[in-house]
């Protein structure tokens, strides 16, 4: 099995956020587990659509496109990972008031 640089690189985003996951799991706060996944996951893959499309927009429209538009795609996990972050916070965040209920449910 060959796999590039580049196909290893795009995975880091969502190997991090399967040690946040495992993180999470082992702690008093385990049930935003899934809250978390679903709001990382959705940061990481707007992003990774945000940023691929911008690159490769210039294919699909009359713009030129640059001779260096494949480096853009070396920056995509750099920039899926602040954004799934974000999103996993808001998750997180959106669904505390949820979590208080369910706690004090009999």
Do not use: K
Not at 49 to 64: F, S
Not at 78 to 97: D, H, M, N
């Amino acid at each position: 099995m060959d796999i590039s640089f580049f196909t290893a690189f795009r995975l880091v985003p969502y190997v991090l956020l399967g040690l946040l996951l495992m993180f999470l799991e082992r702690t008093r706060f385990s049930d935003y587990s899934a809250p978390v996944f679903v709001g990382g996951l959705i940061g990481i893959l707007a992003m990774i659509l945000v940023v691929a499309w911008g690159a490769q927009a210039p294919y699909y429209n009359d713009e030129r496109g640059s001779s260096t538009t494949a480096l853009a795609f070396l920056f995509v996990p750099a920039y899926a990972v602040p954004a799934g972050v974000i999103e996993a916070a808001l998750a997180a965040v959106l669904y505390s008031p949820f979590r208080a209920r369910v706690h004090e449910a009999p």
